[in-house]
């Protein structure tokens, strides 16, 4: 069971099933405050540096450190958090009012544990639209698929990111 809420406080110690297993401490889903954020691009990054950075040039690598330094960018987000505990492992921040995920990792320990499914759950139970878009990346377009997402384009490289444009209806 992971809980979703807006207060950080909250937590329950029990032990719950999850894909693939069994995770023994709770998962908090909850907004991430301003004074979060650095810590969750600390996130990003290093999940982009292990699974994404592969498919990409030297220019695509440069331009997503660059839109994940981006303060104007960056200000637009809204951001969700997986907590365990105090541990931050997994992020999902839109943009659009919700209508557009710019970006959703989870770290690579708890891959296949359902925490990024209750991460794009709480965007969408708060998404105003009934569609919801992302440009995914290579590494990603198998994850989008299980969560119901539909390719409406070829992959394209824009300044050296590689992406496929998705819906979710």
């Known amino acids: ?27 908090v889903i909850r907004v991430i405050k301003q004074g979060e ?22 220019e695509g690598i440069e331009e997503f450190y660059r839109s994940i ?8 987000l809204c951001w969700y958090g997986a907590f365990i505990q105090d ?9 659009s009012e919700g209508t557009h995920i710019a970006l959703f990792f989870v770290d690579g320990k708890y891959h296949r544990q359902g925490i990024g499914k209750r991460l794009f759950q709480t965007v969408q139970k708060k998404c105003y639209s009934d569609k919801m878009t ?11 698929h299980k969560l119901g997402f ?9 300044n050296g990111l590689r992406f496929t444009p998705m819906e979710y209806k």
């Open 134 to 144: 992302v440009n995914s990346s290579p590494y990603a377009v198998q994850v989008y």
């Open 1 to 27: 069971m992971i809980l979703e809420i807006d207060k950080p406080e909250f937590t329950r110690n029990r032990n719950f099933e999850v894909e693939g297993g069994i995770m023994e401490a709770d998962c």
């Open 69 to 76: 330094h981006d303060e104007k960018y960056l200000s637009k």
């Open 87 to 95: 541990e931050l492992v997994g992020i999902i921040a839109t943009r």
């Open 150 to 158: 539909t390719d409406t384009n070829a992959e394209q490289t824009v």
């Open 37 to 58: 954020i650095e810590r969750a691009l600390c996130l990003v990054w290093k999940v982009f540096q292990e699974y994404e950075s592969p498919d990409y040039t030297k």
